[in-house]
C-alpha cells in the first residue's frame, strides 16, 4: 500500500466511503463494495485497488479490508492497536494464549506474534510486522471469553481462567514450559477459583488437570482445599500423564503421585521464569 501526501477521492470513491462511515463499518468485504456501486464488480475491484492505493482500505483477507477513516489524517496512517486489526481475520474468534497472559500482565514478554483461537482453519497472516497465528480448536473447548477494551477498542479475548486452561493445554503457544508456570504463578493470585475448576470441567481434559496441579505445588501456590479437591477428582485412577512433550524432553523424571504425573522435565526449568 503506497502512502500518498493527499487522500484525494473521485466521485465514485465518495461513494464508498461515504457510504461506509454512514455504516459506522471498520472492515468491509468485496462483496459489500460491489452492491454500494450497484452490482458491477469491475468498477467495484478498480475502486478498490485506487482507495488502497490512496491508504483509505488495508487489505486484510479473504476479499475483506479495514477502513482506515479520514480521522487517520491526510496521508491515512493505520491503527496501531494489531488487535483492533487481527479482529477481522477469523470469525468466530479470541484472542489467547501468549497475547491474552500478556494483556493480563501474567508474562512481560514482549510479543510480535499475536495468537487467535478459531473453530476454523485460517492461514497464518503477516500485516505491517506483526504476525497473525491461528489455533483452531474444537467447538467444546471455544469458550471462557469476553469483550474487552484493549486500547480503548473492544475486542473478544480469553478470560484469566480460560488463558490459563489454554496455555497449559498447548505450552508451545505460551513460551514453554517455563513462561508457562510463570503464566500460572502470576494468574493464580487473580483467580476465581470457582470458575477455574467449573472450566476444567467443561474442558475434558485430565492432563491439563494434572499439568495445572503439578506446575501450581511447584510454583507453591496456596490453592484453596475445596478446588484442590474438586480438581482432583477429576482424574481418573491411573491418568498417568508426562508433565511435557515426550518428543521435547523425553521419559525419564519422578513420579508426583498427587497429580499421578511423571515430572520428565527438570525442576531448575520448571522453575526459571520465576
Not at 157 to 180: H, N, W, Y
Not at 210 to 220: N, P, S, T
Request: charge should be positive.
Amino acid at each position: 500500500m503506497e502512502n500518498n501526501p493527499i487522500r484525494s477521492l473521485s466521485p465514485l470513491e465518495a461513494e464508498v466511503i461515504l457510504a461506509l462511515q454512514w455504516q459506522e463499518k471498520a472492515a468491509v468485504s468485496r462483496s459489500e463494495i460491489v452492491e454500494i456501486l450497484g452490482g458491477s464488480t469491475a468498477r467495484a475491484d478498480k475502486v478498490i485497488r485506487s482507495l488502497r492505493n490512496k491508504n483509505w482500505l488495508q487489505r486484510l483477507s479473504g476479499g475483506r479490508y479495514l477502513v482506515i477513516p479520514a480521522e487517520r489524517g491526510p496521508v491515512g496512517i493505520p491503527d496501531s492497536n494489531m488487535l483492533a486489526v487481527g479482529q477481522y481475520l477469523a470469525k468466530p474468534y479470541y484472542f489467547g494464549f501468549a497475547t491474552a497472559a500478556a494483556h493480563y500482565r501474567f508474562t512481560a514478554q514482549s510479543r510480535s506474534v499475536v495468537w487467535i483461537v478459531t473453530t476454523k482453519q485460517v492461514t497464518e497472516r503477516t500485516i505491517r510486522n506483526t504476525t497473525f497465528r491461528f489455533v483452531s480448536v474444537v467447538p467444546r473447548k471455544f469458550f471462557g471469553f469476553e469483550p474487552t477494551s484493549v486500547y480503548e477498542k473492544k475486542v473478544q479475548m480469553s478470560d484469566r481462567e480460560k488463558t490459563v486452561i489454554d496455555c497449559v493445554d498447548q505450552p508451545e503457544f505460551a513460551g514453554g514450559i517455563g513462561e508457562l508456570t510463570r503464566i500460572v504463578a502470576s494468574a493464580a493470585s487473580k483467580f476465581d477459583w470457582n470458575k477455574f475448576t467449573a472450566y476444567a470441567t467443561k474442558f475434558g481434559s485430565v492432563a491439563v488437570v494434572q499439568c495445572f496441579g503439578a506446575l501450581a505445588d511447584r510454583a507453591k501456590i496456596k490453592m484453596p482445599d475445596d478446588s484442590r479437591r474438586a480438581l482432583q477428582s477429576l482424574i481418573k485412577p491411573n491418568s498417568r500423564s508426562f508433565l511435557a512433550s515426550t518428543k521435547t524432553w523425553g521419559k525419564a523424571g519422578h513420579y508426583d503421585r498427587e497429580w499421578q504425573m511423571i515430572i520428565n522435565v527438570p525442576e531448575r526449568e520448571i522453575l526459571s521464569e520465576i
